[in-house]
C-alpha cells in the first residue's frame, strides 16, 4: 500500500511542476540569482571534477543502460496494460515525474534564467542595414584571416589539429572570455567525443549534453571547420547557457577570442553564415551581392557542411527535429528550432562598436 501511494504523489506531482515552471516564466532573475548563478555552477563543476577524467561517456552508457531497462520493464509489465491499466498508467506518469524533476534541477532551470543579452549588458533589436554593415565587416575579417592564414582564396581550410587537441584549445577562448564576462568562465574541462556519433547524425545532431553527467559530447563525424564551434557550444550548456541560440553566441565568442588563429577563424566564418542566411530571408538581392564578396573557399567550407547533412537525410531525421522544436518550446523558447535567429541578434549588437 505505502508503494502504491508513493507512486501516485509522484505522479500527481508531474503537473504541478509543470504549473510551477510556467511560473517561473516570469521571475527570470529569480531563476538567475538563486539557480544559474548559486545553485547550478556548484554543481555542475562537481560533476566535471568528478566524470570529465574518464575517457569515454559515461553519459553515453547512462543512456543505454535506461533504454534497457525501460525496455524490460515493458517486457515484464506489457500484461497490466489490460488487466491494471490505470495503475500500469500511474508507474509511467510517476517515472516520468522523477526524471521530469532531476532534469530541471540538475540543468533544466537554466532555460527559464534571463536572457542572455541582459547578461552581457548589449541591445537586443537591430535594423536590417545593421545586419548588412556588420555582415560585411564580417565578410572582410573572414576573407583575410584566410589569407593570413597563408590559403589561396579558393582553397577551403581545414583545420591542422585532431579532435582531441581542438577540445583542450576550446579552453583559451573561455579564458580570455572570463576576463570580460566571469559568467563566462569554464573549468574544469569534461568535453568528450559521443560514442552514438552516427545516430546523432542520422537525426541531424552535432552534439548534446547530458544533464546528468555534466558530460559534453560532441559528433565526432563532423568536418573541422564547425568542430570547434560545437566543442565550445556544448561548453556553453556546462556552465548553464541552456538555449541554443545563446550557447551558439557564446561559442562564437569563444572561437573569436581565442589565441590560436584557427580556431577564430572558425568562429568568424560560423558567426558570418548565420548572418548572410539572415540577410537572404530579409533581402534576397543584397543576400546574392555580398555572397559574390565571400571567398570561394569559405564557400566551399560551407558546401562541405551542407553535403556532409545531406548524405545522412533521412524520414527519421524530420521525426527527431520535430520532437525537439517542440522540446524547446516546451523550455520557455517559443519560436522552437526558429529562436536560433536570437543569434544574429546578440552578434550584430555585440560588434556593433568593436573593432575586429
Request: glycine share 4%; aromatic share 16%; net charge positive.
Amino acid at each position: 500500500m505505502p508503494k502504491k501511494r508513493t507512486r501516485l504523489i509522484l505522479a500527481l506531482l508531474l503537473p504541478a511542476q509543470i504549473l510551477l515552471l510556467q511560473l517561473l516564466k516570469f521571475f527570470p532573475e529569480f531563476v538567475e540569482t538563486y539557480y544559474s548563478r548559486g545553485f547550478y555552477p556548484i554543481l555542475s563543476k562537481a560533476s566535471r571534477y568528478l566524470f570529465g577524467w574518464i575517457p569515454f561517456s559515461l553519459g553515453d552508457l547512462f543512456y543505454l543502460l535506461i533504454g534497457i531497462m525501460a525496455i524490460r520493464w515493458l517486457i515484464k509489465n506489457f500484461r497490466r496494460l489490460w488487466t491494471e491499466p490505470v495503475r500500469f498508467l500511474i508507474d509511467i506518469v510517476a517515472t516520468v515525474s522523477i526524471v521530469y524533476f532531476m532534469f530541471h534541477i540538475l540543468w533544466g532551470l537554466n532555460y527559464y534564467r534571463q536572457p542572455l543579452h541582459k547578461t552581457l549588458d548589449l541591445d537586443y533589436d537591430y535594423t536590417t542595414e545593421q545586419l548588412i554593415e556588420t555582415t560585411k565587416r564580417l565578410i572582410t575579417k573572414s576573407n583575410n584571416m584566410h589569407r593570413e592564414l597563408g590559403y589561396a582564396d579558393s582553397v577551403k581550410i581545414d583545420l591542422p589539429y585532431s579532435q582531441k587537441e581542438i577540445f583542450k584549445k576550446s579552453l583559451d577562448g573561455y579564458e580570455t572570455l572570463s576576463k570580460q564576462y566571469p559568467d563566462l568562465a569554464y573549468s574544469p574541462k569534461s568535453l568528450k567525443k559521443s560514442g552514438w556519433s552516427l545516430g546523432l547524425t542520422y537525426m541531424g545532431y552535432s552534439g548534446y549534453y547530458n544533464p546528468f553527467s555534466g558530460e559534453a559530447q560532441v559528433n565526432n563525424l563532423i568536418k573541422t571547420y564547425k568542430f570547434p564551434v560545437v566543442s565550445c557550444h556544448e561548453e556553453a550548456h556546462q556552465i548553464g547557457f541552456a538555449a541554443e541560440n545563446e550557447a551558439n553566441f557564446i561559442a562564437t565568442l569563444a572561437t573569436i577570442n581565442n589565441s590560436d588563429p584557427y580556431i577564430q577563424y572558425s568562429g568568424y566564418i560560423f558567426a558570418l553564415r548565420y548572418c548572410v542566411n539572415e540577410i537572404a530571408r530579409r533581402d534576397i538581392d543584397t543576400y546574392h551581392q555580398l555572397i559574390e564578396t565571400i571567398n570561394p573557399g569559405i564557400l566551399a567550407s560551407y558546401k562541405e557542411m551542407r553535403d556532409f547533412w545531406l548524405s545522412y537525410e533521412n524520414p527519421f531525421e524530420n521525426i527527431s527535429k520535430g520532437f525537439w522544436d517542440q522540446f524547446l518550446k516546451a523550455n520557455n523558447q517559443s519560436k522552437g528550432i526558429m529562436s536560433y535567429s536570437y543569434m544574429v541578434a546578440l552578434v550584430v549588437n555585440y560588434f556593433e562598436d568593436r573593432r575586429f
